[in-house]
């Protein structure tokens, strides 16, 4: 964690970006760069009875680091979205409890 | 927003109901038709050492919107996809907050 | 419910376990196996300017049953991990409320 969960964006333009990107939110969090893990769903989405393009959308699952990194790792994400030509985005932050995230079976709370 | 992550229901059949269902949801949410998504993922599932068809699941991402909203949203659901010839299904409700929702890089709170 | 969406590992691998860990998750939940999911994603992902190996990852979703059956329920899957050759995982519980939770149509507080 965080681990960004990414729909709407071809594989090849998240890759693209992955380097530069990660630095940039590990700097954000003050953490390292193999925290992270950029993941992309593949799916097929409908509007109007047809099928359409997915609408590029992030969900970043994380521990709570507050309104100041949060506001500063989605610009960050949008900026480098930007860059690889993805044009808009939702951002979701989805939150974990520490308490309910277990690492090879140890519990976050724990370690 | 409202998001609906759609699992074990053909894409073909969201397809031939997402005209009619998303302009009832909007009906219910009393918003635009274009705030909706449809996403089908693709999944393999497991059970009793086979593979099997995955059990019908929708989750929607929203903000809340109070129980009476939220009963009338899922029961529109599974009208359509009765409609569809979709049997049986689940619905849970994903609550996203405002201020961890970002739309081009812009807080939901603060627009 | 409880519903196990699983990326990183190979849905044969899930497959192999099923049947022996679903049994065991039901004797900790104290609940019958027809009401457990394995849903593998099917999932790109990158890093470092590459493609790679999606990161093994589970996503519990259920209704809250406290922190000693989480600890065991956690336990259970990495064990069964293990013995499918899986040697990390992480695995994270996303809480649903019952009055946000729908069985065709009908709203799991209710029933």
């Not at 390292?32 to 959308?57: E, H």
């Not at 521990?63 to 989605?74: H, N, P």
């Not at 860059?83 to 370690?111: H, M, P, W």
Request: charged share 25%.
């Amino acid at each position: 964690m965080p681990q960004l969960t990414i729909r709407g964006i071809a594989p090849e333009q998240v890759i693209a970006i992955s380097e530069a990107m990660v630095q940039q939110l590990a700097d954000v969090c003050g953490c390292g760069t193999d925290n992270f893990t950029l993941d992309c769903l593949q799916t097929v989405s409908a509007m109007d009875g047809k099928r359409v393009d997915t609408y590029p959308f992030v969900e970043v699952a994380w521990f709570e680091r507050g309104s100041q990194t949060r506001d500063l790792f989605a610009e960050t994400i949008m900026k480098h979205f930007l860059t690889a030509g993805v044009r808009e985005v939702e951002i979701a932050f989805k939150v974990y409890s520490q308490d309910g995230y277990y690492i090879n079976g140890v519990r976050c709370d724990k370690l």
